[in-house]
């Protein structure tokens, strides 16, 4: 008997279950991968810069990041009496949701297969399919923008405003980069659903049958450019280290996050965090194959995104700071035309060998 | 519960609409317009047109709001009070009446409810929106859309010429 794709048609109770399951384990990994992402960035790069790291607490000081939470869950929370109390504490959640929100669509594993009552059901490992994934992910990352110029605009402090600022123009710049190097991706694929671009991926290398049949259609191999404009313009979108100028410490005290404190300020942290493991996820997804590979899917996704991840760290402990020029230069004058060009190219291409 | 949906947005959507012009600092008029576009998105997607609703969000709510926000920023009225003007009130007022008027009439003149022509609900969820609006717009629609693109094009070379220093 074929399984049947458990559906709200078919079997709603069971698929409303199903759903539920997908979203608490999703969600609570998540948080779990955010949480450890604190202790493993502070371990790698102390030993980087051949220092030890966090030791004291719990063994190799694995329970920093829970003593770290409970520090800051009792800290006072101050609202600056100057500041815009709803915007101010708006600002923290509308940067941590678009975060969460993107892993939605993004899928973690091949379908799973159970029978129920003699009926074997197929679970997309996936919360949900949308067939405008990758905009939708998109939507998601421009929306990420406000939290950030809210928490300047809120906080009535000129750091925080300067931060603010920066954060505006540099996101927008970057996220033009980076959604234009998606777009030679489902040029290939021809379709914007993640699903389906992890699904073309597993063709042959290249479309050539000739190779072994482990050699799969990696988009990275076919666009190893575009791969390149993404990660470089997502870590700028997120404020990873070599730009974030939003919150460079040495100018703007904390950025956009001077005045917060408490939870709002863990929340911020969190936020930053979370939307690494979503930049990790969905650059896997576009350019890695997803869940693709040796082992069982989950495990090949989630050790691609712990090699993105340790990749951002690795950047954050070796590079310096841009300057404020050079960044806008670099957005505008280099990766808009490569991005550009690389859409040209893979256009002509796909019409001279598809 | 399409409806109360439907009902839940528009509302959400016509309230944040009228604070949008009620508002007295600017930066919440343009966060009450970005609580609009969101809920326009949502109505998008309760019409079978998810494609819409993610370039509304993509380029309204993500981009052209970030810049008009960004503006703001820059020249410092966050602090700023619009000044409240009433000379406007009266024409303004006539005139959305007259248009509420314009627009009950055509609903009711023609059918409002159902989807007429070739694309139907079916088309959409087995083709795919992306594929139809593309499809219409490089087979059908291709000169409009040509000529909106070199209208864009003249709008970059002037706004690249306006803001260009001497070289």
């Known amino acids: 008997m074929t399984p049947e794709v458990l559906s709200l048609s078919n079997a709603p109770a069971l698929w409303a279950a199903a759903m539920l399951a997908k979203i608490l384990v999703a969600f609570s990994v998540l948080m779990g991968i955010v949480a450890y992402a604190t202790w493993v960035e502070r371990k790698v790069i102390g030993r980087m810069q051949t220092r030890l790291g966090p030791t004291m607490t719990g063994p190799k000081g694995l329970l920093q990041p829970i003593a770290d939470g409970i520090k800051l869950f009792f800290k006072e929370d101050i609202i600056p009496n100057e500041a815009s109390k709803f915007a101010f504490v708006l600002a923290p959640m509308m940067i941590l949701a678009p975060a969460l929100i993107s892993m939605a669509v993004i899928p973690f594993g091949n379908a799973y297969e159970f029978t129920f009552q003699g009926v074997t059901y197929l679970v997309p490992l996936q919360i949900t399919d949308l067939n405008i994934g990758v905009l939708f992910i998109m939507a998601m990352a421009g929306l990420g923008v406000y939290g950030i110029v809210l928490a300047g605009l809120a906080s009535n402090s000129k750091y925080s405003l300067l931060g603010g600022i920066r954060a505006s123009a540099q996101m927008i710049s970057y996220e033009l980069a980076a959604g234009l190097s998606i777009i030679a991706i489902f040029m290939l694929s021809e379709t914007l659903s993640l699903s389906g671009i992890v699904a073309a991926q597993q063709q042959p290398l290249w479309g050539i049958t000739a190779f072994p049949s482990w050699m799969h259609n990696w988009y990275i191999f076919s666009q190893p450019l575009a791969f390149g404009l993404f990660v470089v313009g997502s870590m700028a979108e997120i404020n990873r280290t070599p730009f974030d100028l939003p919150e460079a410490e040495t100018e703007l005290v904390s950025g956009f996050c001077t005045e917060y404190s408490s939870m709002k300020y863990a929340l911020f942290f969190m936020a930053e965090y979370a939307n690494m493991v979503t930049i990790s996820a969905i650059s896997a997804t576009l350019f890695l194959g997803g869940w693709d590979g040796p082992f069982p899917g989950v495990i090949n996704f989630l050790i691609k995104v712990f090699g993105f991840m340790f990749f951002f760290i690795w950047i954050r402990a070796t590079f310096p700071r841009l300057r404020y020029d050079q960044l806008m230069q670099m957005g505008w004058k280099v990766m808009l035309p490569l991005a550009i060009g690389n859409i040209v190219l893979t256009a002509v291409a796909v019409l001279l060998w598809q | ?167």
């Open chain 2, 1 to 167: 519960m399409l409806s109360i949906l439907f009902y839940l947005f528009a509302t959400v959507a016509v309230f944040s609409a009228f604070y949008v012009t009620k508002s007295r600092s600017p930066v919440n008029s343009a966060l009450w317009l970005v609580t609009t576009f969101i809920c326009l998105a949502a109505l998008y997607i309760m019409l079978d047109a998810p494609f819409m609703a993610a370039i509304q969000i993509m380029v309204y709510a993500g981009a052209i709001m970030v810049l008009i926000i960004f503006v703001i920023m820059l020249l410092n009225l966050g602090t700023a009070v619009k000044k409240r003007y009433t000379h406007a009130l009266v024409w303004g007022g006539a005139m959305s009446v007259l248009m509420l008027f314009v627009t009950n009439f055509l609903i009711r003149r023609g059918v409002p409810t159902g989807k007429l022509g070739d694309v139907t609900t079916q088309t959409i969820q087995s083709y795919g929106h992306t594929e139809l609006i593309g499809k219409a717009m490089f087979t059908d629609f291709l000169l409009p859309f040509e000529i909106a693109s070199i209208l864009l094009l003249v709008a970059i070379v002037g706004a690249v010429i306006l803001s260009k220093r001497e070289v």
